[in-house]
Structure formats: C-alpha cells, structure tokens
C-alpha cells in the first residue's frame, strides 16, 4: 500500500491571500501531495501578530479560502492548543493523527534560513521533509541547506504579496480583488477587519 504524502502548512494567515494558495496548488502538483494540511497558527513564536482579528476568525477565513480544492483541508491543532505555536509540537500531533503518511513541511524561505533557532529543530528536521518556497528577494541559506537531511526547493512562482501588504492596502481602502479569494474578501468587508 502507497503511503499517503501530506504536507503541512503553517502561519499566520492574517489574512490567507492568493499568494497562499497559488503556491499550495503549485506545490501539491509539484510534489504529488495527496493532501495539504493549513495550520493557522494561535500564538506564534517568531513574530508577533499586528491587527489581529483573532485565530478563530483567521482560521475561519482559512476555511473559506480553502473549500476549492479538495487536496486542501483546515487544521485547528494550533488554535485547539493552549501553548504557543511550536512546530515541533504540530509534526508530532500530525504524525500521531497519519501514522502511516509520509510527511512533508512547506516553509518559505525566509522562515527556512532561520530553522536553527527553532524549538528542538534537530528532531524537527529529522521527522519531516522540508519544502522550502522561494520568497521575492529571500535567498536560501546554503549552511542552512546543508544541515538538512531531507529538502527540496519549490518550482514555485515568486507571488509579490503578502499579508501585511493586503492590510495596508484595505486600510488606506485600496481595491484587493485580485489579491484575496472572493469569500474572504467578503468576509473581512463584512465584518470590517484591518481598517483600523
């Protein structure tokens, strides 16, 4: 029996945006990913989250951002969780819930160059295989590629966006169209997100 290829794919996702999605689609092609698992994060560890309408509402747009593609599906492991948002801690949930799947880590770059730094990174990097998709103007570290047992680069295209620029945008009230699924969009002009 073939073992079933899952990825994870964790962040903020304030808000999930085209971008996102592009890439995932890209990269579950690419890497023939039977299913992408979005993990919105609750309390994330290396940034701090600006203008944050609060993880259920993000992990909420998430899901209606992600209805269109079946390979696709919401994880609430992080937002369930009442610690901060460790990855190390979601591969093991991940890997306890699909003890028969191989799994994958989409990072992007910028995250990737700084893995030394995270929580038990050496048992991270040894449970999973890393992903790593490339970011506008964010090079891969090469001291860092070399300490990785298992990656690959993404062939993804490089998506000039990025949340923070999509909540400027709709705070200086600018059309986000193209940049946001349509029910997300929605959602936010509903409920008036990021205008302060």
């Known amino acids: 029996m073939l073992q079933s290829r899952i ?3 964790g962040g903020t996702f304030n808000p999930v945006h085209n971008g996102h999605l592009k890439n995932a689609s890209h990269i579950a092609d690419e890497f023939q990913l039977d299913r992408i698992l979005f993990v919105p994060a609750k309390i994330p560890v290396h940034k701090r989250i ?3 309408p609060g993880p259920e509402e993000r992990s909420y747009m998430l899901s209606l951002a992600i209805q269109a593609d079946s390979r696709f599906e919401l994880s ?3 937002i ?5 948002s460790y990855s190390i801690y979601t591969v093991k949930s991940v890997i306890k819930n699909y003890p028969d799947s191989r799994l994958f880590f989409i990072i992007g770059s910028d995250s ?3 893995i030394t730094g995270w929580k038990n990174y050496g048992e991270l990097i040894s449970l ?3 992903i790593v998709m490339k970011r506008p103007g964010d090079g891969i570290r090469e001291e860092v590629l070399d300490i990785i047992p298992s990656v690959s680069i993404a062939e993804n295209v490089e998506i000039d966006v990025s949340s923070t620029k999509i909540r400027e945008y709709i705070k200086e009230k600018k059309d986000c169209a193209k940049l946001l699924p349509d029910k997300v969009l929605s959602y936010i002009n509903e409920k008036e ?3 302060l």
């Open 128 to 130: 999973v295989h890393f």
């Open 193 to 195: 997100f990021y205008l």
């Open 50 to 52: 600006i203008n944050d």
């Open 7 to 9: 990825a994870v794919f």
């Open 112 to 114: 990737f160059n700084t």
């Open 80 to 84: 369930e969780r009442n610690s901060e």
């Open 76 to 78: 609430t492991l992080e």
